[in-house]
């Protein structure tokens, strides 16, 4: 019988050397869906019928998001600046902060939220029922069938996702300043112009669409991968849904440092 | 023509194929028989590949088919056909979309053409035009399987397989379906590799039989041959009994 090591060390490195693998799994997938890309057949019909799932039907949670954030942002902004007689920041801040930050990575979290199990749970259902084997006897590679539409539509959407949830914050805070604190709304808007610049913008769509590779990416593996019936779907989803998480706020903060990190 | 030569697998610590060996020869409709569990849906799957083996060879018309990549092995895919034991029906599509799928997909026909050749592969099996805009999860069991059925034989595949095709029919449906099966062998000239529990059903299909048993070939023969085979699994299995070699083995601790 072999003797169980349960030394923490142990316990440590076979996490570290199993994540490890994870990666590295995950890695090839992405490297073989990205190949793809480039291979035709796109099956470009699926590509539209996701980014309709994905964005048309992502807008009313995005849209709510991002208008309550805006506006309780405003409102804290407000009272942390009337400390200082700087009440007048607060549409400056409220831009920079959705636009830069909180548009971008709330509207891809809801968003993963939303996509990334439905892929997981989709996919992961054609693949222990078979139908993923069935697809590859009907000489159709399920890579560019199922894969690459979901990564095409995700990359493309996000960005106007974002966009979206980027102008109705700024209006979330637009409303609360104007209704509430007494700001002076032409002053508001002027304001936010003047704040807002092109690479605020830039960078976040840089990140919508990251997001958006990210959302499909963790779906797909996930689901593509799973096995072991109803149980296996099921971890495949909690799993695509954690995992996406993780990867956009960590990909958020590469991408503000390498942006923004050299700034004054 | 099909080629196994000593194919092995396992599942994690589970031997399931320990060297097949299997040859079936171009036109011939061979019917695999063997007790539940005994690896011959694997055996199906090795051959087109959804399972990897982990030793020996698999050549289909002389070419190897082992460790092709996903390019050449959708080339040699193309000569399948393939109906699976769950059915395995792409549930986001319209019944009449499964059975055309590979004539769309794969051969680029046009949806109104293939729409038609569809409904007559539905027809083939016994199912009416108006089962063709259903959704497969409106099907029952023995439905699907019939669609799978049409549309493994679709796009008139050269080597077709059948993983139970009658399981789950009646007994009229089941000899329908046998019809269609020695059809596609003789007017299409295809080569059938067929898995049944059913007699009846293998001795109407077969040119050849074979015998899975753990994992090995141990008997192969004329269908002719299958009563007199002179092996005991053989006989204890087309007869049915509860008692004899393979009995023997489930009771071992
Ligand atoms: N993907 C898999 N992962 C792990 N084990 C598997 C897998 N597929 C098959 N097996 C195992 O391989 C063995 C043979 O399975 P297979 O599906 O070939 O049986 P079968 O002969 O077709 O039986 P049945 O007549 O019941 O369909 C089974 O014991 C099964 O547990
Ligand atoms: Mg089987």
Redesign the interface.
């Known amino acids: 019988m072999e003797v169980r090591v349960n030394n923490p060390l142990a316990i440590i490195g076979r996490i570290f050397l199993s994540s490890l693998a994870e990666v590295g799994r995950l890695s090839q997938f992405a490297s073989i869906a990205l190949i793809h890309i480039f291979r035709p057949p796109i099956y470009w019909r699926l590509a539209l019928q996701q980014m309709w799932l994905i964005g048309y039907n992502s807008l009313p949670v995005v849209g709510l998001t991002a208008l309550f954030t805006g506006a309780a942002l405003a409102q804290q902004i407000f009272v942390g600046g009337s400390r200082f007689n700087a009440e007048s920041v607060v549409p400056g801040v409220v831009v920079i902060a959705i636009v830069r930050e909180l548009g971008p990575v709330l509207g891809g979290l809801m968003v993963a939220g939303r996509v990334s199990s439905a892929m997981a749970a989709?996919l992961g259902?054609?693949r222990v029922?078979?139908?993923i084997?069935?697809?590859?006897?009907?000489?159709?590679?399920p890579i560019n069938?199922l894969i690459v539409p979901r990564l095409i539509a995700a990359v493309i959407t996000l960005p106007f996702l974002v966009l979206v949830a980027n102008v109705i914050g700024v209006l979330g805070g637009f409303m609360i300043g104007t209704e509430r604190l007494g700001l002076n709304a032409g002053t508001y808007l002027q304001v936010t112009a003047d704040f807002l610049e092109r690479a605020d913008v830039v960078s976040s769509l840089v990140k919508a669409a990251v997001f958006g590779f990210i959302i499909a990416l963790m779906g797909s593996y996930h689901g593509y991968n799973s096995r072991g019936g109803a149980q296996g779907v099921g971890k495949a989803t909690t799993n695509a849904v954690v995992s996406a998480f993780i990867m956009i706020l960590l990909a958020n903060l590469i991408i503000t440092v390498i942006v923004f990190g050299n700034q004054l | 023509m099909i080629e196994m030569h000593e194919v092995t697998k396992a599942f994690g610590p589970k031997q399931v194929l320990n060297g097949i060996n299997l040859t079936i020869k171009k036109g011939q409709s061979l019917v695999v028989i063997g007790g539940s569990g005994s690896g011959k849906s694997v055996t199906l799957?090795c051959i087109?590949?959804?399972v990897h083996p982990d030793s020996g060879s698999i050549k289909v018309d002389g070419q190897e088919v082992t460790g092709l990549s996903?390019r050449e092995?959708?080339k040699v895919?193309?000569k399948?056909?393939?109906l699976?034991q769950?059915a395995?029906?792409?549930?986001?599509l319209p019944v009449w979309q499964n059975v055309a799928?590979?004539l769309i997909?794969?051969?680029g026909m046009k949806k109104a053409e293939a729409k038609e050749i569809a409904i007559e592969k539905l027809r083939r099996v016994g199912l009416t035009p108006d089962v063709g805009d259903l959704s497969p999860a409106e099907l029952s069991g023995g439905m699907q399987k019939r669609v799978g059925l049409a549309?493994a034989i679709a796009t008139e595949p050269e080597i077709i397989f059948f993983d139970e095709p009658t399981t789950g029919l009646d007994p009229i449906m089941a000899d329908v379906i046998n019809d269609l099966i020695v059809e596609c062998v003789t007017d299409l000239g295809a080569t059938t590799l067929s898995i049944t529990h059913d007699m009846a059903s293998a001795r109407k299909i077969a040119d050849r039989i074979t015998m899975i048993y753990e994992g090995r070939m141990i008997w192969e023969g004329d269908k002719k041959e299958i009563d007199v085979s002179g092996n005991d699994y053989v006989d204890q299995f087309i007869h049915g009994r509860a008692h004899g070699p393979i009995q023997m083995q489930l009771l071992k601790p």
């Open positions: 989709e259902t054609m029922t078979e139908q084997d069935a697809l590859t006897t009907l000489s159709t590679d069938y | 799957k087109l590949g959804i996903a092995r959708k895919l193309s399948f056909g393939m699976f769950s395995a029906l792409f549930d986001s799928f590979g997909q794969g051969k549309r």
